[in-house]
């Protein structure tokens, strides 16, 4: 018998006046020109990449600080003329505590791991700081 991987489920409502909120609750994203859908694929891609770094660092007894930017460009696509996003880049920079035997499998597997990355057509291309050097 075959067993079924997990799956996970995720909600938003969008009301009348366009904020959006989580069925785990919090507070609403309001509708406002600074925040536009695509500004929030690039959070949550952001934030997705920082979640999977601190998954995989946990199971190792690694602490994981720090922040990401993420930018993205907006255009037709060559293969089908849509409107996408073309071309991501993710700039990471994070303290490892302590610092693991091996900082590029961690991180390929926080880059793997990330599912939003993981859903983009255009795949994201990363620049990671671990603990002040870039990893080139």
Known sequence: MATR?????????VDRDG?????????PIP??????????VLAGL?????????YHADRDGIAVTGGAD??????????DGRYAFIRIK?????????????????VAKA???CFVGASLTA???YRWIVNGEELG
């Open 5 to 13: 991987a997990k799956s996970f489920s995720y909600a938003v409502s």
């Open 19 to 27: 904020a959006a909120t989580s069925e785990r609750g919090g507070s």
């Open 31 to 40: 509708a406002e020109e600074a925040w536009t859908p695509e500004h929030l």
């Open 46 to 54: 952001a934030r997705c990449t920082l979640t999977s770094l601190r």
């Open 70 to 79: 993420a930018k993205g460009e907006v255009a037709p696509r060559d293969t």
């Open 90 to 106: 993710v700039a990471l920079d994070v303290t490892l505590e302590p610092t693991p035997p091996s900082v590029r499998e961690l």
């Open 111 to 113: 880059e793997r791991d």
């Open 123 to 125: 795949k994201p291309r």
